[in-house]
């Protein structure tokens, strides 16, 4: 009987020990990794583009697609629905957010970023319209292909996308540069 106790209180003890290094170290970098990562998603700079592969797609039709693809690009916290326009092939993404709330270069990265990431992942997407409580944009897949030199379907590749977009799209100048020839309007 005594040797069976000792091993109960043994077991015990090892499984409480467990539990405080599992939920007071383990799981707390876990948790700080997960966050970090989070915010590295909402920066065109840091994004992981690599992890919208899933979401290729031949036709901009598919609404489900569409609109999992744009919750996983920068911005996406202030989405506020979708609108498709197949006869023009054209996606208009809503966001709940006044642009006098961004600072304009960081806004202007974005857009550029998840515009050109829109194309690249959905071949027959012409143009996407970014509306915003107080203005939109129009961008276009034949100026963002002009833009980058090179034919849009090839940056699906991460390393192409990182020298061919990424790059582009650091320095202030560069993203002036981008937006003003992308945009439409």
């Known amino acids: 009987m005594r040797i069976r106790n000792i ?7 090892l499984g409480i020990s467990g ?11 876990i948790e700080a ?11 065109p700079l840091t994004h992981n583009f690599a992890a919208l592969a899933k ?21 996406r916290e202030r989405l506020n629905g ?8 054209t996606a208009q993404v ?5 642009t006098r709330e961004m600072d304009a270069e960081e806004l202007e990265r974005i857009l550029v970023y998840n515009a050109v990431a829109n194309f690249v992942m959905i ?10 409580d107080n203005t939109s944009h129009t961008l276009r ?6 833009w980058t030199g090179t034919e849009l379907k090839e940056l699906q590749n991460p390393e192409l996308w990182n020298s061919t977009v990424r790059e582009k799209l650091v320095e202030p100048g560069q993203v002036k540069e981008a937006f003003s020839q992308i945009v439409a309007n």
Not at 123 to 132: C, G, K, M, R
Request: net charge negative; charged share 20%.
């Open 55 to 75: 979401y290729r797609s031949p036709y901009m039709g598919d609404n489900s697609n569409l609109s999992h693809l744009n919750q996983a690009l920068p911005l």
């Open 82 to 89: 979708y609108q498709l326009y197949p006869e023009t092939f």
């Open 94 to 98: 809503n966001y709940s957010l006044d």
């Open 19 to 29: 539990l405080v290094i599992v939920e007071g170290l383990v799981n707390p970098k």
């Open 33 to 43: 990794k997960q966050t970090r990562y989070e915010e590295e998603q909402q920066n």
């Open 123 to 132: 071949d027959n997407l012409e143009q996407i319209v970014y509306q915003f």
């Open 141 to 146: 897949r034949e100026s963002a292909q002009q």
């Open 7 to 13: 091993w109960i209180i043994t077991l015990v003890v």
